[in-house]
């Protein structure tokens, strides 16, 4: 191994290459590189004689990894831990030394899967763009650090690219936004555009059956381009976008100092016109302005629209109709949430907080708590339950004989037990289903006498009276016996019926 990976870096390749190919760690290849040959032959004695705390276990590993040639030295160690309980606590490098020994010690290199590629034709002018989302520490002039968002869309044949910033990470409103100034940018829109799985764009992946976030739903309905989501860990599929968020953190925003947002947005389409978009790209060795000077053509006409909500925010609904703002919990009218993925829009205005529907109609406002952890609770906002309670108060009580005395039985109970007085009289009103109403009257005579005010008891009580009424003894009558006219003989009572010889021969050979 020493002579071939001084044979690799002899004919030009880099240590993390050497490293890949021979499977080795790179800090291992560096070291070998700074050996000499003598100085190389104590090394190897020394290594000879060092005894091995996981010799034992050498067969098993080397079994294991002709079996699974990738398999890495942390899931080997939890392996060897399972196949022994005895397993003795080592530090994870010593399983990895002990691993990358056995590999070269058998030649088994750790083969890496690797994904086939072919080269694609030019897409069409005007059919697709890509859109990715980056961030970036910059220094500020004044000093400390100031971490940016930026939005970057490319269109695909032409590689004329725009970018946007922003001092907050995007939200669909804010992306939007970002949409609309790179169609004003490019003077149209593309028939297609790809994206991430962003939680920006989508709600829920839903095994294929992607969710879009309301506002981005919208917003594509309304604008007609096509959207197409890559898979999960395949940025390949928008490469080209994958390489321009690259370009912007190595050319545009590396050694550059922040002032304010506004400077770097107008730093960065200055960027884009003298280099970005005016200097000869890599692989179509044109310039990606006269390129679009080509596909604008191709693009759908782009008109301006005023976005409703440019200075909102999104905010997710909770299911208990609350939302979270700058620590603090604030109420919004019951039925507000619809399920997982709810959003409202939020913006201030004079210390009170408005909060939309997606649709633009206003929800509600309060007044912004100064305080941290604490929960605004619009009083309108309160679900009226009591309404609901007497009306069915009422209701049950009306089956009774005596509606004022049921009523009055009804109330002790709301005294006795305010939170579950829903339940307790869903629960005496079941009762009807299966004891009769002289019993549940009776029932309720006996409770008021004697304080019960309690539904399982009152039931108890009820099933007592019906086993009452159901015990007393009812008149038993007589069976009607009827019997032979007076007029028959008493041998023609006595003779049995019988049947001709015929009728048996018959029936027989039917059967054959």
Known sequence: MYHE???????????????????????????????????????VSSQINRPKELAPYESFVKIRLDRFPATSASQMHDWLKEFDENFPEVNPKTVYNFVMWVRQEYNIPRIKKERDYFIVEELPYGQQAQVDFGEYNMRKS?????KVYFFAMVLSRSRLKYVYFSDTPFTSSLAIKAHEKAFEFFKGIPEQIVYDQDKVFLHDENYGDLILTSAFKSYVESRGFKIYFCRKSDPETKGKVENVVRYIKQNFLYNRSYFDLETLNDEAVAWLNRTANYM???????????????????????????????????????KDNVISYKSNLYSLPEGTWKGKG?????????????????????????????GKGETIINNNHKRDKSS?????IINVAEKFGSPCEAAKYFESIRT??????RDQIQLINKCFETIPETAMNKALGFCLNSNVYSASDFKSVAEKMHQQESAKVLPIKSPAIKTLPEN????????????????YESVMSNKN
């Open 142 to 146: 004044t000093g400390g650090v100031k």
């Open 280 to 318: 000869p790209h890599g692989k179509t060795k044109t310039s990606p302005f006269d390129q679009w000077n080509i596909e604008k053509d191709y693009l759908s006409e782009y008109i301006p629209v005023k976005l409703q909500f440019d200075q909102a925010k999104l905010y997710t609904v909770r």
């Open 388 to 392: 609901k309670i007497n009306n069915l």
């Open 5 to 43: 990976i001084h044979k690799l870096k002899r004919d030009g390749h880099s240590i993390s290459y050497i490293a890949d190919y021979l499977a080795v760690n790179w800090r291992t290849v560096k070291k070998m590189l700074s050996m000499g040959d003598r100085e190389y032959e104590m090394y």
């Open 488 to 503: 028959i003989s008493t041998m023609e009572k006595m003779q049995p019926n019988t049947s001709e010889i015929v009728d």
């Open 416 to 421: 006795e037990k305010p939170r579950y007085i």
């Open 342 to 370: 709810t959003q409202v829009y939020i913006t201030v205005d004079q210390g009170q907080l408005i909060m939309k529907g997606l649709s633009g109609k206003q929800l509600c406002q309060c007044k912004i708590s100064m």
